[in-house]
Structures are given as C-alpha cells and as structure tokens.
C-alpha cells in the first residue's frame, strides 16, 4: 500500500470520526472568533490533534504558514502542488523551505505528466479550458494528498479576492471530511511582508517583482500597482480561483 492508503486507514480506524470532526470544527470557529491571532488558531488545534494529524498545503509564494505552523509542530507535513507548469523561484522556495525549515515537504503530483495531458486532452489546456487543467493539477491531486489527514491549513486571507472575504479562521471542509484552517485570514500582505523579514524566512523572489499572488507560469502575469492582487492569475478568462478554496471561501 501507499503511505497515503496507509495513513487513509490509520485513521479509518481511529475513534475520530467526521461527526466530531465536524463538532470540533464549530467549537474551534466560536472559541476562535473572527479575529484570534494565528498562533492562537494553531495553539486551539495543539488542544486535539498531534503532528500526524496535519497537513499545511503551500503554494510556495512564502513559508509564513510553514513557519508558524512548524513552531508548534515540528515537522509536520508541507502539500506542494507540483503542477509541472511552476516558475523556477517557485521550485526554489520549495528547495528552501524543505532546507531551513523543520518540516516535511511533499510534492504532490496529478496523475498525468504535462506532456500525458498534452497528448490526451490538446496542448496548453491551461489556455483552452483552465478549469479543467486546474482540476487535473492541483484540486484532484490535492483531494487524494488529504486522505487521511484530520486537518489542513492553508494560506487563504481574507483581503485577497472577494470570494475570501467572508474565510473563517476554523471550518469543517465538506469536501475532503476534515477540518480546514485558515490562520492567516485576518493578515495583509504587509503583514506578510514584516513577518518574513523578521524571521528571515524563504520568500518568492517573484514577490519582489510584481507578483503578488503567484500561480503556474503559463496562468500568472505581474500586477499593476492599484491592481486586485489576484489580478494577474487567469488575466482574461473570468476565472478567479482554482477551485481548491471556493467552497470554503464562500462559507461564514
């Protein structure tokens, strides 16, 4: 079996099921609130869960959520989306956070390899249908990585996009059966900015050069300053989330 199918039913045996899950999950968003600071949010999952309970999914823009995470559970394990389509900072910062950071980075993979895809689906299918080329990419990878976890956090704030706005700190993720953590829903990206630099953690040099919000390479285009800082992600087709959060996104 695989360390995935392993772990799926490690926990299916576990008395921890998706009704408490789902129980603790709104115990966690009242305890919480709206506005607790992000080591209160992983100091609340600290009270139930233990590191091999957890999953952070990163997308390697910064290692915020890595770090954070990381202080209160050493070596828990970092999702990175390895679409095949990523700038090469982005690999990059994955190599650094997997270097300087106590934590466990798994590149996730789709099924298909880019050139499988090509020759199955039509070439550059991020052009002709980024729906479905993020589905094959990152959601369903993502869906299968999250077997067997109790727990995932994600790097989702509020001030990002107007399907964010409403993103709890806490909230059972429908989805995938588990509970989804938002710690940083409340943060800007000044604040970002200040806490990388302050711990001198692992930053996308593409951060520093008009990207704000960064994608695959072929989806993603830099951002005009006054610009949404989503704006550059799918630029021209409508599209404005992969599809990973926009359930949750829209909960409250």
Same mark, same amino acid.
């Given at each position: 079996m695989s360390a995935a199918?392993?772990?799926?039913?490690?926990?299916?045996?576990? /008395?921890?099921g998706v009704?408490?899950?789902?129980?603790?999950a709104a115990e966690?968003?009242?305890?919480?609130?709206?506005?607790? $600071?992000? *080591? *209160?949010?992983?100091?609340?999952?600290?009270?139930?869960? $233990?590191? *091999?309970?957890?999953?952070?999914?990163?997308?390697?823009?910064?290692a915020v959520v890595p770090s954070l995470v990381a202080d209160q559970f050493p070596g828990v394990d970092v999702l990175f989306l390895e679409t095949g389509y990523h700038f090469t900072e982005t690999l990059a910062t994955r190599d650094e956070v997997a270097r300087q950071l106590d934590v466990t980075v798994v590149d996730v993979t789709p099924?298909? $390899?880019?050139?499988?895809?090509?020759?199955?689906?039509g070439k550059d299918l991020f052009a002709s249908d980024p729906a479905a080329c993020c589905r094959m990419r990152k959601v369903e990878p993502l869906n299968d990585a999250l077997a067997g976890y109790r727990v995932w956090f994600s790097g989702v704030r509020r001030e990002?996009?107007?399907?964010?706005?409403?993103? /709890?700190?806490?909230?059972?993720?429908?989805a995938h059966g588990l509970i989804k953590v938002n710690p940083l829903?409340?943060?800007?990206?000044?604040?970002?900015?200040?806490? $990388?630099?302050?711990?001198?953690l692992p930053v996308n040099l593409l951060r520093d050069n008009g990207y704000p919000?960064?994608?695959?390479?072929?989806?993603?285009? /830099?951002?005009? /300053?006054g610009e949404d800082p989503r704006s550059g992600r799918w630029s021209g087709s409508g599209k404005i989330e992969c599809g990973i959060h926009t359930a949750a996104a829209t909960e409250s």
């Open positions: 199918t392993d772990r799926a039913c490690a926990v299916a045996e576990a /008395p921890v009704d408490r899950l789902r129980a603790l966690g968003a009242e305890t919480l609130g709206w506005e607790a $600071s992000a *080591e *209160e949010v992983i100091a609340w999952v600290g009270e139930h869960f $233990s590191v *091999e309970d957890l999953a952070v999914a990163c997308s390697m823009a910064d099924k298909l $390899s880019v050139a499988e895809q090509d020759a199955e689906h990002e996009a107007p399907t964010r706005l409403n993103t /709890p700190l806490v909230t059972f993720d429908e829903a409340t943060w800007r990206h000044e604040d970002l900015v200040d806490h $990388s630099a302050r711990r001198r919000s960064i994608g695959c390479k072929p989806c993603t285009r /830099p951002v005009a /300053p």
